[in-house]
């Protein structure tokens, strides 16, 4: 029994150790399935996300949504340092509870527990002291293995705060450049005066930057993917689908200035939700409604053409190798961004914004809806026009 005893305690410690080092230490995707980690975040996101599903007001939802990111590393480090304390006291335990109490008790599991526990976290109580020379070297051991592990605990989060705070701020700016949520008609049509025009190759080149972040960041930090953004019709899932959706649009269309840089972003930006698709488990599986309908083309082309965007060949007509290629393109990520979204509950943005839609600049919680759209973002052709007169 007591062979078994510090056979468990062995593997349990060896476990923790190397799924901490996975986690925290090694920056790169680890595929494994059996991991204490990977376990906990099954065992827990599932029910949470099931009630989540359950509260029907948005903002309450991305509310109670929000706590679980970073609760949930709480807990994992907790679950961490109680196998580690369970670990180390079986150890203590298959030796023969070799301790001396102070009140003259005689020690047993739960006396063993409580050594490992205050060794662990260094507390130095000496109420309770290990009385031979393996159980003294397995505290000490227990010690440093508990020093160090507090200390990478503490470095970790500040490496996470900052990758999450380089990833919300191209999110944040896109509610001025693209809406909220973010559409790709509605960045085309705000800001790209065109397609040939420059200011939209350097933004796709922006973004591809940021997809290779985005990539980099939830390799080495899974635990990111859960963090939501601060407002409700934001999210990097919505985000990363705009920039695939324009991309998409321009390199559907005819050649021009912007489309080898739309191809850069598009491989990029793919690359990011196929990889972060097989981190989170989330098979690809195509939409259960179409996101671009037939009649939505004619509309979207329609929004397109007023301000001189010209996607498709032949200005706004519908070209139809235009759209099966833009089918095509499609194809290659809608399945994996709606797998993300659909685990994730972050919804997908659409390709036309909603009539009635507002910026989150546009809201506050004093004055609910403001107006100042019509006056503030005006289209850089309605600005010339006005300069003119």
């Not at 109680?82 to 030796?95: C, D, Y």
Request: proline share 6%; charged share 20%.
């Amino acid at each position: 029994m007591e062979i078994l005893a510090a056979l468990a305690g062995v593997a349990l410690i060896l476990a923790v150790l190397l799924d901490a080092f996975e986690t925290i230490v090694l920056p790169r995707r680890v595929m494994q399935r059996v991991r204490l980690a990977r376990l906990f975040y099954k065992a827990t996101w599932l029910p949470w996300s099931a009630l989540a599903r359950r509260i029907r007001n948005g903002g309450r939802r991305e509310g109670f949504l929000s706590f679980y990111g970073p609760l949930s590393l709480i807990m994992l480090v907790v679950v961490w340092a109680v196998a580690l304390i369970a670990g180390f006291a079986l150890l203590q335990w298959s030796l023969g509870s070799k301790m001396h109490m102070s009140d003259g008790s005689t020690p047993d599991l739960t006396t063993d527990l409580y050594l490992s526990g205050s060794t662990f976290f260094t507390l130095g109580l000496g109420d309770v002291a290990p009385v031979t020379g393996l159980s003294r070297f397995i505290v000490i051991i227990e010690a440093g293995l508990g020093f160090t592990f507090l200390a990478l605990i503490i470095g970790y989060l500040p490496a996470l705060n900052g990758a999450f705070s380089n990833r919300e701020v191209n999110v944040s700016l896109l509610d001025g450049r693209a809406g909220s949520p973010p559409s790709a008609v509605e960045l085309l049509t705000r800001n790209s005066q065109g397609i040939h025009a420059t200011g939209l190759r350097e933004f796709l080149k922006d973004w591809e930057r940021w997809s290779a972040q985005l990539l980099e960041s939830h390799l080495s930090y899974p635990v990111l993917g859960y963090f939501r953004s601060q407002h409700e019709h934001q999210s990097w899932v919505a985000a990363l689908t705009m920039v695939l959706d324009t991309c998409s649009l321009v390199m559907s269309g005819g050649q021009s200035e912007a489309t080898r840089q739309a191809q850069l972003t598009f491989a990029m930006a793919r690359h990011a939700a196929v990889d972060l698709s097989q981190i989170f488990e989330t098979p690809p599986s195509p939409p259960h409604t179409d996101r671009l309908p037939p009649e939505d083309v004619v509309h979207m082309l329609g929004a397109l053409d007023r301000y001189g965007v010209r996607i498709f060949d032949g200005g706004g007509s519908i070209d139809q190798r235009s759209l099966d290629k833009l089918a095509e393109l499609r194809s290659m990520y809608e399945p994996y961004v709606h797998a993300l979204s659909d685990h994730l509950l972050m919804p997908l943005p659409p390709w036309l914004p909603a009539p009635d839609a507002h910026d989150a600049w546009e809201t506050t919680a004093w004055e609910g809806s403001a107006s100042a759209k019509s006056t503030y973002l005006i289209h850089p052709d309605d600005v010339s026009a006005s300069e003119e007169d």
